[in-house]
């Protein structure tokens, strides 16, 4: 009989245990992540652990991967952070990632029991602890050097590149396409200004610093205590790299301050919830609000902007490009998913000049 495809991995991570028999594991899979392959395992004995295999079609380097986690880990426990994260488990080497017989790359931390995830934020107070978790996340690493992190998903935030990527889906397109998808790419091109934006930002670096960002901020990445539903941590750093100041806190506007999320086709239906902007807003503020410069307070209100912005541009050039990066399950959805996020962009767009009366053009100058 062959072998499970992790049995190799927990014979590894558990080879310091004397005592235990690998054959009494059990192991079941955990449901909720979209990336890695992960599994709970539990053996006589010992504390149950968290298996992942890294997704090598994503994370081209999982070396890079894990070692940017150490980097932070490492980091926590040498300083008074206030920031808890998952521990890994070692290997009797020293490392803390296997390598299989099959080339799959493997890694472990101690399992966090009694946690539950949320897909969404059912009320605003929930919006406001993920807010404030990752703002605790960005703050703790306020004098890492983030030189020390790889970029593990290249230009993975960079508005500029994804502008270039969009304008270059315009040359060849299909007759068809670009001709149903015009008044989409007008509602892009209308926007340049927003990549002018990004641009200043990057030429400014006393004014935007780059940060240690999570590049993945959203509810489902916390973990919340079943009995009081208080946070224990965040979780999945996966795409933490170095960033600037609105991607975490713009992840998190384009993901629970919207009524529907990104696959819907309510279009009638997709707002900006005040509450639930706010609550992101004033959470993550509470702990970044004395960590950030005084650009990155004016122009607070851009990180929703920009990430929505460039993830409309994201489906609206995979679309043009005939489906070639996000997969689809029916002909039209990435066409759908750029007009939700344009739809959404232009309801962030009027709730910001109506709620604060914000300044969607802003002309920056050079720093």
Known sequence: ??????????????LSDNNISNGNAIVSTVAGGLINNSFKVCLPGRNAFLLQQINQNVFK???????????????????????????????EDGSSLFLDKGNRYWRAFDFIENAQTFLIADVPAQAFTTAETFGTFNAAFEAFDTQLLKTVIPDFHNLSFRFNQF??????????????????????TERSHYRDFFDTLLQSPSAFL??????DAKIANVLFRKETGTVICPVDFDTVMPGYYFSDLGDMVRSMACSHDETSCDFDDI????????????????????????EELNYIHHAGIIMIYMQAIRFLADYLNNDSYYRISYPEQNFDRAKNQVILLKQLENFLVKRYNYELAPVLAEK
């Open 1 to 14: 009989m062959t072998s499970p495809i992790y049995q190799e991995a927990i014979s590894a991570f558990t």
């Open 210 to 215: 780059k940060r240690v960002m999570h590049h």
């Open 61 to 91: 380097n999982p070396i890079e991967v894990q070692q940017n986690y150490i980097h932070i880990w490492n980091y926590t426990q040498s300083h008074n952070t206030g920031l808890v994260l998952p521990t890994p488990l070692f290997l």
């Open 271 to 294: 707002e900006i919830r005040g509450e639930y902007y706010e609550a992101i807003v004033s959470g993550y503020l509470k702990v970044m609000d004395r960590h950030l410069t005084t």
């Open 167 to 188: 304008e270059d889906s315009l040359v060849n397109p299909g007759a068809e396409r670009k001709e149903k998808a015009g008044w989409l790419i007008d509602a892009i």
